[in-house]
């Protein structure tokens, strides 16, 4: 009896085991819901510095450097170079005018993002692995989202220290 009970109790540890291992890859969307999560997190923080640095998108630290403006524009041109690479459909048309007026500003960001994320989610496992050209480079679709949210990331860092040094504070840290 011990015997048994020792079997089924091994047999219901193994089932606990797997099951949570059969559901992760019932999934294939993990890397694809990963990296549309981080998008919707870069849209919200970049649209709140948008709209906060309201009144200061001329501002650069220096000549020769980026403005206000022209980061928030860079990330909208971004978004839509990805996302024409990962949906296959690469825009061969003129970049878009830079944007002045925040109103606006913060539509095309939301925008750019929105298209972004369809882009990513619309993503097989396979997908991630087709290469592609970016900037002039061989990688894979997965290298070159990788590639560009982890540049965003850094012109985040760029624009959060360029509204502390206006003395704006960003909207997620009140």
Known sequence: MKKILIQYGVCALAVALIVPLVHAQAQPAGLQAAFGKDAG?????????ARVM???YDW??????????????????????LAGVLSGTPNAGAPPAPIADPEKVQEALKASYANLQKAIV????NDL???????????????A?????????????????????NGVVPPWSK
Do not use: C
């Open 54 to 56: 309201s009144g200061k």
């Open 60 to 81: 650069k630290p220096g000549p020769g450097v980026r403005s206000v403006s022209d980061v928030f524009n860079l990330i909208v041109k971004e978004n839509g170079l």
């Open 129 to 143: 692995q087709t290469p592609v050209k970016l900037f002039g480079r061989d990688m894979t679709k997965q290298s």
């Open 145 to 165: 989202l990788m590639l560009v949210l982890f540049d965003q990331h850094e012109h985040l860092g760029q624009s959060i220290a360029y509204a502390r040094t």
């Open 41 to 49: 997190t870069l849209s919200d923080k970049f649209t709140g510095l």
């Open 122 to 125: 619309g993503l097989s496992d």
